[in-house]
């Protein structure tokens, strides 16, 4: 078997002590561990103030993984991180032009690192090497590496949503990024909606057709493009789960509850998670049915994020306001009806919280997936689950087809449902709990792994399989 060799920006060397937070840092260290290989990518840590030019990789060995990463400078951290990616790709990608800032700067500092990746990592590849490239930071990592001579099989995987064509177009830089994608081999979106609105883009701008054997010909490249949503370590979350009464914190947590229902949402502090929307539905929720205050508390876990990005920091703001706001509404004495916590809280304990709480909310404005979704599901007791609430614009939406589907613009609508999630009979509860339990047991992130990396390793003459997640919705 050759070699796997994984790029991403962040790489969650392992710390003792220290939980890797954000989806793709958790889906992607249980795959690594189970197969081994190499992980290349950007510390999390800066150079020095003045040092511009970036060290060579650190390497460090645990668990059968290599982890080889470089600090990055405060520049390239500006124009390519905080910049690039975060300031455009990312608010575009999440259908939110209103959000995005362009600059040429930024746009030649995410190539300029691109290529710096491209340099470090190459004297440690091998000619079988099969490279897996992830997340908008890197799209155009293969360009620079074929650029470079390499030939070696390379799959990309998109974490977060593929815009439609109307969207992706405000992109001025557009055609470049598509024509990026096409130097991979295997092009992964997370859900069917995603490759629908990669089809529409590349027939609506004439870049290439779709082949009969089911990839697509773009910029003289045929490419595989398909739908692998992301998948959880299904059985070992729910065995956590279920022995979470000995860990202390859950335990406390249930103590400090007092029979109330737990309600709960755990999101980094995102504005693509919807978390202002949702504080407003719970205040509406307690303004219209009275006789759930007293009786119920909503826990939003939020550890911050990005926090250089402007758009963060002002989201802080209005998040703490409105969380402040609701609390000073509805308090008692003895009740506090929401509990907002910006910590990272370790997912042994996170899978006891989710246990525990008679709601899960999931209610982001757009996307990729959310695996706290699916994490709810796999934490829940199967005598007695908690009920979903799930945004119809997570890219979950498409697989857990027995959450209560809402609609997050919806204050209203949410609130609503809400309610009726905490009113729900343990009867319809286990029934749609049943369906989604089975649905991320089977497609969990062994699937996701094997799966992709069987068609990044098929040889290049073999048709590609299509439709290889069956779509609910
Ligand atoms: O590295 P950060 O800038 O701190 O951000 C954390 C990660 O956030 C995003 O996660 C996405 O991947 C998840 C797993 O596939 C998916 O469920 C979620 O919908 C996505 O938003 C981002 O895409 C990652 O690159 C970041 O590392
Ligand atoms: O305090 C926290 C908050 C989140 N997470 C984990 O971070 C991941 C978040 O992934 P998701 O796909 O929901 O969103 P992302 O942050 O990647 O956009 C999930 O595995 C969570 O369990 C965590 O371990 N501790």
Same mark, same amino acid.
């Given at each position: ?98 959000? /995005?800032?362009?600059? &040429? ?85 997370? /859900? ?31 490419? /595989? ?38 309600i709960i949402g755990v999101d980094r502090l995102d504005y693509s998670k919807g978390i202002a929307q949702r504080i407003q539905a719970y205040e509406t929720f307690l303004l219209l049915d009275?006789?759930w205050?007293?009786?119920c508390v909503y826990l939003q876990i939020t ?11 002002a989201m802080e703001r209005e998040v703490a306001e409105l969380a402040g706001r609701v609390n000073g509404a509805y308090s008692?004495?003895?009740?506090t009806p929401l509990r907002y916590v910006n ?16 709601v899960g909310v999931v209610t982001p404005l ?23 609430l799930?945004s ?14 809402t609609?997050p613009y919806d204050v209203d609508g949410t609130a609503?449902a809400l ?10 509860? &286990? ?43």
């Amino acid at each position: 078997m050759s070699r796997l060799v994984v790029v991403s920006n962040r790489v969650p060397v392992p710390t003792p002590g220290v939980p890797p937070a954000g989806g793709l840092a958790v889906a992607l260290s249980g795959a690594m561990q189970a197969r081994g290989g190499l992980w290349f990518g950007w510390s999390g840590a800066k150079l020095p103030p003045g040092e511009t030019e970036p060290s060579e990789p650190q390497v460090t060995t645990a668990d059968g993984v290599t982890y080889a990463v470089i600090d990055l400078s405060e520049r390239d951290l500006d124009e390519y991180y905080a910049g690039f990616s975060n300031r455009m790709l990312w608010p575009l990608f999440h259908y939110r032009m209103e959000l /995005t800032e362009f600059t &040429r700067v930024s746009l030649s500092g995410y190539h300029r690192v691109n290529r710096l990746f491209a340099q470090r990592l190459a004297p440690m590849l091998k000619p079988d090497d099969v490279i897996w490239v992830h997340d908008y930071h890197l799209i155009p990592l293969a360009a620079e590496l074929r650029a470079m001579g390499f030939r070696n099989r390379m799959g990309f995987f998109l974490h977060i949503p593929f815009p439609p064509p109307d969207v992706l177009t405000a992109l001025p830089n557009h055609a470049d990024v598509v024509r990026s994608l096409a130097a991979y081999d295997v092009a992964g979106f997370q /859900t069917p909606i995603d490759v629908e609105n990669f089809e529409t883009y590349v027939r609506r701008e004439r870049v290439g057709r779709r082949l009969p054997d089911g990839r697509f010909v773009a910029h003289g490249r045929a490419v /595989t493009v398909e739908a692998f949503p992301v998948g959880i370590e299904t059985d070992a979350f729910a065995a956590v789960a279920a022995a979470s009464n000995r860990n202390a914190l859950v335990r406390r947590v249930r103590e400090s509850l007092s029979d109330r229902k737990l309600i709960i949402g755990v999101d980094r502090l995102d504005y693509s998670k919807g978390i202002a929307q949702r504080i407003q539905a719970y205040e509406t929720f307690l303004l219209l049915d009275p006789e759930w205050r007293g009786r119920c508390v909503y826990l939003q876990i939020t550890p911050k994020s990005r926090e250089e990005v402007p758009e963060y920091a002002a989201m802080e703001r209005e998040v703490a306001e409105l969380a402040g706001r609701v609390n000073g509404a509805y308090s008692e004495l003895d009740w506090t009806p929401l509990r907002y916590v910006n910590r990272t809280v370790g997912r042994n304990a996170l899978a006891g919280l989710y246990r525990q709480a008679a709601v899960g909310v999931v209610t982001p404005l757009r996307d990729g997936m959310n695996l706290v979704a699916k994490e709810y599901v796999a934490a829940q007791d199967p005598e007695n689950p908690g009920a979903l609430l799930l945004s119809r614009f997570a890219g979950a939406a498409a697989e857990l087809d027995g959450a209560l589907m809402t609609n997050p613009y919806d204050v209203d609508g949410t609130a609503g449902a809400l309610a009726r999630a905490l009113d729900m009979a343990v009867e319809e509860r &286990r029934e749609r709990w049943s369906s989604m339990f089975r649905r991320i047991k089977e497609y969990d992130v062994t699937w996701w792994r094997e799966s992709f990396l069987e068609a990044l390793e098929k040889d290049d003459e073999a048709p590609p399989s299509t439709g290889r997640m069956a779509l609910v919705r």
